[in-house]
Every structure is written in C-alpha cells, then in structure tokens.
C-alpha cells in the first residue's frame, strides 16, 4: 500500500478533491481530508504499469496542466502541495458551513416534499421575492449556491479605511468575495464578477435607487410599464426603506449648487435604499439594504403564525425539471450540494429563476429549455458608466471637512439618444458610503489628505440590448460559461456632452485630482465592474421575448425569472428598484 496526499487548507473542509486515474477517467477515487490533506490510500497492485491521474474538485473542476504520472518505481508515499495543483475558477466551489447557518438556516433536503414556489438565488430579486410569498402564506424553498457570508450589506459593517485615498466602503469588500464564474471569449470586454452568497450582490452594492423615467420605459411591456409609474416604484421604495439623503443646509446648497452650474438638468436629492436614524454628518448610522438582512430578519422574528421561506444554502442549481407527460410544466430542479458532495433534487409547484443574469441563462441553456424566439443568453448587456473622482480643497466652491451630499440630475427632455444619461455626483463620498466606528481611524483619514473634500461625478448611460453579445455553455454544469460582451457605447453627442458638463463643473468647484489618479478626464468603467448587466431572459409583451410581462417563460406554464435578466433594456438608472419592483409585482401574480 502508498498513500498519496493533496496537502492543502484552501481546498478544505467543506470542498472535495478526488482522484481519477487512466484508464477509466470517468470514475471518481473519493479520499478522506485528515492532518491537512486530502488522503488517498492505494494499492501499487492495482498499477502495475504505474499510475496516471488528476486530482479534481468536486463536481467537475479538473486541475489544469498536465496528467500527473507515476512509474511502477515512483508508487511510494507522496505529498503534493496547493502549488504543485491548480483548480480553474475553484472560487465559485468555496463553501462554509459555521455555527450561524447551522443554527438559523437548517437545510430541508427532502426530495418529496413538494413546495409551492421555488426560489433559485437570493439576491435582490429572489431574496424580496422569497420573503413576500412567505408573508402570503405560500411554502417556499430559497435555493442559494453559495454560504453564509454577512447577515447584512457590508456598509453596515467596519469599514476598510483606505488612508488618504478615494474609498467607497460598500464596495471596498468586494474583491475579496466576488466570484469569476466564466469566462470571456475572444475580443470580449465583459470584467464583473457573482456574489454566491446569502444575499447575492445585494450585500455589496452603493444603495443608490432611481427610478426609470418613462422614455427609459418606452421598449418594455406596457402593462409593466403601467406597473411601475402607477405604484409600482412606490412600493418597491417602501420595500427598500427608500429615503433622500439626511437633509441639512449643506445637501440643500449643494443641490442648489449642481442645479446653476449643469445647465438644463434638473437636480433631486439622490434616493438611496437606508434607513436613516438620527443621522450625523459623517456616517450613516442605520442600515443600508441588503436581502441578507432580510431573510436573517425572517429567521429572527418570533411570530407563530408566520412560516418563512426555508433557505437551503450550499445548493448550486444546475437544471430545471419538466414533467414527461406534460413538458409544458416544471417539477422542480436538480442541482450541486456542495456541503455533501452529491446531486440533489428538490420538488415545487413554480419555480422562479432568480440566480442573476448569467447564472438564470445558464441553468436555462443547461435544462434546455423550449425556446420559441431562440434568445436564451442572447443580447446580455451592461450600459456605459463614465465616471471621475476629484478632490475640492479647502475653502473652494462646494467644500466642507465634514458633510456629503448626494444629487442625481436629469435633463427633462431626454430620449434615446439625445441626453440619455442620468448623472449622479457625490460630495463627500467616503461620508456617505458607510461608517467611520473608530474617531482615531477618521482623524488620520482627515490628516493625510488635509481635510480635502473626495467627491465623484458619474454618467450612466441608458442602451439597447446588443444582440451579437450572449451567454454560452462550455462543458458540464460545474464548468463556468463563456460571454461575449462588447460595449453599446453612447450617442456621440451624448458623450461629448458629458465631457462639457464634467469640465464646466470642474471649472466651477476649482476641483482637483485625487491623489494618484491621473487628472480630471472622464473614464470608462470596465464592463461589469458595478453589476448592472441585463438581458440573457429578456421581457417582451408581444411574444417575442424569453419571458413575457408576467416574467413566464413562453414556453411553459409554472417557470418565472425575476433577475436583471429580464431587463429588455439597459436603463440609464440603476436597476435595482426597477428589479424590486418586479420581485413584488411577480410575488403577486403567483399568490
């Protein structure tokens, strides 16, 4: 007998590293995770022409590079470190299970039991979604791929205080959870990333909620387009616990400010997803929205006439099932445990497909699903953001050491094409994104940039769904997709009307650079980079969409999406009170 040993802490304990080995690539070899590696005990018996394997990250996630070869003589004791052994894109398998979800997010694995609604994704679609029909009554499965990350947005927690430089805090987590679960084909631009977590990319995103404007509206179903300027966005503010930024002197003057300086748009205080509570001029001391607090609130509330939605974490959903008598009808889903290591399948009289704009098109693609218009993961679009930091020094037009402001302007006579952005500018942004908790922390903030103002200035531009960009399976379904993303640039008036008003308004406030960016030009975010994709299951109320006002798939009787997928069009605003108010009006239609 020899053992060989995967001496790892990365890929433990909660993943599985297998073995498989020539001739018979398609058996899994299962180990057991002891002293800190994944440990295989063979028989040199059993190879004697030596050995020839991979190890491979359960489900499917072979590592790269070459086969790894024994000779008859090499079938000794061996070890092999994180470094000898590379996972592609492993990130998407992480999984935890502590002491929290064990206690408050009990996973129900029966097969049998069939639900009302499933729920698949638990970000800002699903997690509203899921949390509504529970308070209808109705039994619902939460189905999430990740694991408990945070039981709130990370702009509720201590920030990372980047001393001295232009810092969002509830974004500045990011990086370090985001997850890359595809990957570009050639020529591609597309760089944003997944949230696989309680919650989804709802606990990391800036809380600003504007609603479309009715020319933004003009391409979407009229019944939801009815929806949303007749009540829907009122309730999907109320939802979110909508509210303006903390009035003060300074938010009026700086309003006041924006509205003489940017000729012809009009200035509002920004709406922002969070519930101020007594607010101070350098923080926001009550929470910024996130569908984590949510459902953890669910899990909380101690009401004996109140079921809420049971959440299943660490279930990556792979396919939707049909039933063979009538395929017009879906049973439920079959997907990863990534806890236990095997394939599961759950029951539902609805599913709902809420995983996010790439994962909803790649179940749908993986299930092969009736698709009568041929546009499953087709047409996935992220609109242009241009954007600029800048500092105002101290005594300039605008400046102040220790308030923020934040104003969206519009101009009254946009259309496509012409002033089809909305432009938001931040004074104060570190003051308005999160909490500074330690004085001490603050003070040297203050100190090393001499208690010059950061600010941002952002255009976000509204776009069509580009129809050559689309979504594509590559392998199994443990194998991340393909996009093909190219940019839908803006009108070239509307761009250099942009580049006009950022330099008369730079003129006007003295602003400066921030240190170590370069200069006052408009740049172009990376395609992705701030979650506003849309499009892969596209809404058309006259048939010739993926789903149709209602969000049901044409195709069948039970099957909804209520992602950003659903977006037939890119909006100049930011989509997540949009999306809200779909969750709301979907959990009414099912109810």
């Not at 069509?464 to 940019?487: I, K």
Request: glycine share 10%.
């Amino acid at each position: 007998m020899f053992t060989i040993r995967l001496v790892t802490e990365r890929y433990a304990p909660n993943q599985t590293v297998l073995m498989r080995w020539a001739p018979n690539w398609t058996v899994d070899r299962g180990g057991v995770y002891t002293d800190g590696a994944w440990t295989f005990e063979l028989d040199e018996q059993q190879f004697p022409n030596g050995l020839e394997f991979k190890f491979v990250l359960a489900p499917g996630r072979w590592m790269a590079g070459g086969n790894i070869v024994l000779r008859p003589d090499q079938l000794t004791d061996r070890d092999f470190a994180e470094t000898d052994v590379d996972f592609p894109h492993v990130e998407a398998l992480i999984t935890e299970h502590g002491s929290i979800p064990q206690r408050f997010f009990i996973r129900n694995l029966d097969p049998v039991h069939e639900y009302d609604v499933l729920v698949v994704g638990s970000g800002m679609g699903g997690g509203l979604l899921a949390t509504h029909l529970a308070r209808a009554g109705a039994d619902v499965l939460l189905l999430e791929a990740g694991s408990y990350l945070f039981p709130t947005h990370v702009g509720n927690l201590p920030r990372r205080l980047h001393i001295g430089r232009f810092d969002k805090h509830v974004w500045s987590l990011w990086p370090d959870f985001k997850v890359v679960n595809y990957r570009n084909a050639a020529g591609s631009e597309y760089d944003g990333g997944q949230g696989f977590n309680l919650g989804g990319r709802s606990v990391f995103w800036g809380g600003l909620i504007p609603r479309q404007a009715a020319w933004e509206l003009g391409a979407w179903p009229a019944p939801v387009r009815e929806y949303l300027l007749g009540g829907g966005y009122d309730a999907a503010e109320r939802a979110l616990n909508a509210t303006l930024p903390a009035e003060s002197g300074y938010q009026a003057e700086a309003r006041e400010l924006l509205q003489k300086t940017i000729v012809g748009y009009a200035a509002a205080d920004a709406p922002v997803a969070v519930q101020y509570r007594g607010a101070t001029s350098l923080a926001i001391p009550a929470g910024l929205f996130s569908t984590a607090d949510l459902i953890m609130e669910d899990r909380l509330l101690d009401d004996p006439g109140y079921r809420p939605p049971t959440v299943n974490l660490n279930v990556a959903v792979w396919s939707v099932l049909t039933d063979p008598a009538n395929p017009a009808r879906v049973t439920g889903v079959r997907g990863w445990d990534t806890l236990a290591g095997k394939v599961r399948e759950f029951r539902g009289r609805t599913v709902v497909l809420s995983a996010g704009t790439l994962e909803s098109a790649k179940i749908a693609l993986q299930s092969g699903l009736t698709d009568p218009n041929g546009r499953i993961g087709r047409g996935i679009t992220d609109h242009t953001i241009r954007f600029r930091h800048f500092t105002l020094p101290p005594g300039s037009v605008g400046a102040s050491d220790s308030d923020s402001a934040k104003v969206v302007l519009r101009h009254p006579d946009a259309v496509p094409g012409t002033h089809a952005f909305d432009i938001v500018v931040e004074f104060g942004a570190d003051f308005n994104q999160g909490r500074y908790v330690d004085p001490a922390s603050l003070a040297d903030e203050r100190a090393q940039r001499a208690d010059w103002m950061l600010c941002e200035l952002v255009f976000m531009s509204y776009a069509e769904l580009r129809e050559g960009n689309a979504v594509r399976l590559t392998g199994g379904p443990g194998d991340p997709v393909e996009v093909s993303v190219a940019p839908v640039p803006p009108a070239d008036r509307d761009r250099a009307e942009a580049d006009q008003i950022a330099a008369t308004l730079f003129a006007a406030l003295g602003a400066q650079p921030v240190l170590g960016e370069d200069g006052l030009g408009l740049q172009t975010a990376k395609l992705g980079n701030v979650a506003h994709e849309v499009g892969t299951l596209r809404m058309a109320g006259d048939g010739t969409g993926v789903v149709d006002a209602d969000l049901k798939f044409l195709a069948y009787d039970n099957l909804y999406a209520c992602d950003n997928s659903v977006f037939p069009t890119s909006p100049a605003a930011n989509p997540s009170l949009t999306l809200a108010a779909l969750a709301l009006r979907l959990a009414g239609t099912l109810r």
